[in-house]
């Protein structure tokens, strides 16, 4: 017979959301429990599982998911103390140990969450995953095995490492969209004009590693366009900008 | 009855070719001639169309197009002042009166032409255009629009700006893209951890404008996690990249 494992989320935000609706999906997972402060946030979850905003009313599962605030963690989790099961949060910059349960783990699925979306589809998504005990793990392997293709173990210093690598490659990425769109209309011209070129070198990473992806007047050493475009550039934070980024560049290509 | 154009092409690199192949996907445009230094680098067109190395054996047509090095464009361009017809360059950052011809326009389009591609799609890719005579700019937004769906007017100075915009939202940010797999690596994790995120980001923007997309800690104001990212970056350039960045996002953010 198929495993049968119980899961309770807490927290009512585009994370818990998002996980409770995966578990549904699996006949094998049974949502037991969801429980936030305030109960309006999940009651859309009334009519498929029990859903509170009263501590007291909690019940014991295989394994409890906090989907809350960073902050929030630690203190939550004192008063799930008394359980004996696996409780796991779900942050990327929190170090599991500030759990104070019996049995703690960590369940990151490292994709931006907006709230937007209404159906995720955690296949591709990677799932990083830690526990305190070797059996926890294995458990959180199996769960996490069930939503992704990518399940990774990873400690509490690797997650960290790719939390802020996603702030490079997604966070400051879009920022420069950002001042891309700003030159664009300060010289009458739509961003639109420069979608399909921020496709195309995504796209192209997926398949080529970035470092031989670069293009562009840096990497050519193109001294003489480097220093018109600065010229160019009146805008004090684009200028500090452009330049760092164009050194950075020359530094990493220097020698070849 | 449809036009029917003659159109030459100078030069033998990536947008030489790609365009004269898209030339002849069109039977109303006739590939006069290709000229490049070296027969080698177009050979490959030589039962396709007249090719030369011998400047003394240029024909006239309705349109050159000299796709040729920035640097090269200006002195070239002297060589062929005793044609009548218009003759246009193909690059962002060079201004129209540099060349010495008669007539004279732009013909840009804005993609990054990698050598690995065999084909380009033109269709999605926008083309701006330029010329000194309105009789000429109707003439190229004819021939852009065969190409293209998205057939832009732009001014040099225009044509310098989405040439910086695409160093912001391309080549910069291919280089935050090296610096997310740099500390990756660095932590024993693959890059194919954030593939995914940075498809989502890029597919994000063509929808959602990028100062509506934007998220991470800086855009939360997360002082906290913010300085636990500098503290976990010893990369001296890693650190002074997430610092001016993160302050950029906390500037445009400041009053909302």
């Not at 578990?23 to 109960?39: A, C, S, T, V, W």
């Not at 630690?74 to 019996?102: C, I, Q, R, W």
């Not at 220093?227 to 020698?255: A, P, R, V």
Request: glycine content about 4%; hydrophobic content about 40%.
């Amino acid at each position: 017979m198929a495993d049968n494992f119980e899961i309770s989320i807490f927290g009512g935000g585009n994370v818990a959301t998002h996980l409770a609706q995966e578990i549904l999906k699996h006949p094998e997972l049974k949502l037991k429990q969801m429980y936030n402060r305030h109960l309006t946030a999940i009651q859309g979850f009334g009519n498929k599982t029990h859903i509170t905003d009263d501590l007291t009313q909690i019940l014991p599962a295989d394994l409890f998911i906090l989907a809350i605030t960073d902050d929030a963690i630690e203190d939550f989790s004192e008063k799930l103390a008394k359980f004996d099961n696996l409780t796991v949060h779900t942050a990327g910059s929190v170090p599991m140990n500030v759990l104070k349960t019996k049995r703690k783990g960590v369940f990151y699925p490292f994709q931006s969450f907006s709230k937007n979306k209404k159906q995720i589809n955690f296949q591709n998504i990677p799932i990083l995953i830690e526990a305190a005990q070797p059996k926890d793990l294995k458990f959180l392997k199996k769960i996490g095995e069930k939503f992704s293709n990518n399940v990774i173990e990873a400690d509490s210093t690797q997650r960290k490492a790719l939390h802020i690598a996603g702030v490079f490659a997604a966070n400051f990425v879009n920022h420069l969209y950002l001042q891309a769109s700003k030159i664009l209309k300060n010289n009458n011209l739509p961003f639109d004009l420069v979608k399909p070129l921020i496709l195309e070198v995504a796209q192209k990473v997926q398949k080529i590693p970035p470092k031989k992806a670069q293009t562009g007047p840096a990497v050519r050493g193109d001294i003489k366009v480097v220093n018109e475009h600065l010229t160019f550039l009146k805008d004090e934070n684009q200028n500090k900008i452009y330049k760092l980024l164009t050194q950075s560049i020359f530094k990493e290509y220097k020698n070849e």
